[in-house]
């Protein structure tokens, strides 16, 4: 068994007024699929607990989990068993309604591939995350031209992603993660697909983040950034440890 534990209005500066949403924790949680009749556990009896405004770094082999642990967080999937608290509520057996409205309202997701659709503009898919959301349309208009301002691309608002760098992609995808006003930021290897000077760029912009009070969750195999994190829970096998791996 493993225990860790640790520690709106249009010109809104990022990260500044996401609120707080109290500890994320998790209580034995497990997660098993069955695949061609073989039972598979990608976690085993997890206890952990993200305390607000922390900054967490999951690492560990491919297949080892930590995909399955940020989805589980992220109320992307549901535990085969145990517990998961946001806050006071236990979220780990409510409905795919209620999942939905507080994935909308308390996390903001970036992912390894940027998720960018092409035909539509740079400002049109930051828009898009609050596609149904009763807000007018100028109120959008602002948030979404405020947040590439704060990224440095507001020369950008109107090409299309293609034209983008990869960096620059990334922090669209930044912008969009965070229209929603989120406390809680899910990363999954939100640098895989980029260079070196990029993907520093772009735990500078995380860091920024949770300085501010957001609480960032990030998966990465970079072991660099990594040690830019608050504190590091390495996966293996569906169980977890604190830092890294043994060798």
Do not use: C, W
Request: no cysteine; net charge neutral; glycine share 8%.
């Amino acid at each position: 068994m493993d225990s860790i534990s640790g520690k709106s209005n249009n010109q809104r500066v990022f990260g500044s007024e996401y609120g707080q949403v109290g500890s994320l924790q998790l209580e034995f949680i497990s997660r098993f699929f069955d695949i061609d009749g073989s039972i598979v556990d990608a976690l085993s009896d997890v206890n952990l607990k993200i305390d607000s405004g922390e900054f967490i770094a999951i690492t560990g082999h491919s297949g080892s989990g930590k995909s399955t642990l940020l989805n589980i967080l992220g109320l992307l999937d549901s535990p085969s068993s145990g517990k998961y608290f946001i806050g006071t509520e236990d979220v780990s057996r409510l409905s795919s309604t209620k999942k939905a409205a507080l994935r909308k309202n308390k996390f903001g997701f970036i992912f390894q591939n940027f998720n960018l659709l092409d035909r539509y503009t740079v400002q049109q898919n930051i828009e898009l995350a609050m596609a149904y959301q009763h807000v007018s349309k100028k109120t959008l208009n602002g948030l979404a031209l405020n947040l590439l301002r704060q990224m440095g691309l507001s020369d950008k608002a109107n090409i299309k992603p293609h034209q983008l760098s990869g960096g620059q992609a990334q922090r669209v995808a930044i912008a969009r993660a965070l229209i929603n006003s989120p406390p809680i930021i899910l990363a999954d290897e939100p640098t895989g697909n980029l260079d070196p000077a990029s993907a520093r760029e772009v735990m500078q912009l995380l860091r920024t983040l949770n300085h501010k009070g957001t609480t960032v969750v990030m998966v990465t195999h970079d072991e660099v950034l990594a040690e830019m994190a608050d504190r590091r829970i390495f996966v293996s096998g569906g169980k977890i440890t604190e830092g890294t791996a043994d060798v």
